[in-house]
């Protein structure tokens, strides 16, 4: 219920304003096994020229550092996506020890039912589609005139509202909506990290990227942990400080572990295959 109104109160939008936010909860779970599901905040902007999908952790960090002076950088493991309006070319941005773009085709083929609903006012109508490998139900309104959704989900004669999959892996919920006075500048948190410009590269190379990761994913702690001339320094991986050498290989099962755990991307059929250690 709380949802519900804030979304009345909030949910005032001008089609000439510059750019719209759209806050959507995002619930996910990165181990299909387990019943828990994370969530997120997540800032779709649609603005005059292009869309921007990202945490919106990424806002908080941003502006702590604008008023603070500090230059705190975050990431995580939600996804990060730009794309021109009306356009299903997406631009992932991906972070694999380094920050990389990866610009994807991702035309949503919809399928429009009959069904209908109401949301806080709003007339919704379904729609299905089978996108990266999972089925997706969407719920839209044609009373907004911007055919964009969260992640890579647009293409719909209106707003998406509602996305989810049949797996209950991955959900969309619209909570908020606002409008801007100018389109919000993101270069400090997203098209520069760590004040370096992403590398643009493609699938291939970044599932070989992925998959050298986890063969060793220590590869460059090792280095450092090698060539360490200072008998102070201390190395922690994973909150576990190393003390010898032979509990890197410890330390490098484990993460691979984790990785193999948590392999349940979005797009399925993108999911890496990773060989058991």
Do not use: C
């Not at 950088?73 to 299903?88: A, F, H, L, M, Q």
């Not at 370096?196 to 990761?213: F, H, S, T, Y």
């Amino acid at each position: 219920m709380k949802i519900v109104l804030l979304f009345l109160i909030t949910f005032s939008l001008s089609l000439s304003a510059q750019t719209h936010r759209f806050i959507y909860e995002y619930q996910f779970k990165m181990d299909s096994t387990s019943a828990e599901a994370r969530k997120s905040s997540m800032v779709l902007d649609v603005n005059p020229e292009d869309v921007k999908f990202y945490n919106y952790d990424f806002i908080v960090a941003d502006s702590a550092n604008k008023t603070k002076g500090q230059n705190n950088i975050i990431w995580d493991d939600t996804p990060v996506v730009i794309r021109k309006k009306n356009s299903s070319v997406n631009s992932n941005y991906i972070h694999v020890q380094n920050m990389f773009i990866v610009d994807t085709e991702d035309k949503v083929n919809w399928k429009l039912s009959n069904e209908t609903k109401s949301v806080a006012g709003y007339q919704l109508q379904k729609a299905t589609t089978n996108f990266g490998g999972r089925n997706w139900t969407a719920w839209f309104t044609k009373d907004i005139a911007l055919s964009e959704g969260p992640y890579k989900f647009n293409g719909l004669p209106g707003m998406i509202f509602e996305i989810s999959d049949d797996k209950n892996n991955f959900k969309f919920s619209l909570v908020k909506s606002y409008k801007l006075a100018k389109t919000y500048e993101t270069i400090g948190i997203i098209e520069n990290f760590a004040g370096q410009k992403p590398v643009k590269i493609n699938e291939a190379k970044l599932k070989k990227m992925m998959l050298d990761n986890y063969n060793d994913p220590l590869h460059e702690f090792k280095e450092h942990y090698k060539n360490n001339t200072d008998p102070n320094a201390r190395f922690m991986v994973m909150g576990i400080e190393v003390k010898s050498p032979e509990q890197i290989k410890e330390l490098s099962d484990r993460m691979q572990i984790n990785i193999r755990k948590n392999n349940n991307p979005i797009e399925l059929d993108k999911a890496i295959h990773y060989p058991m250690r």
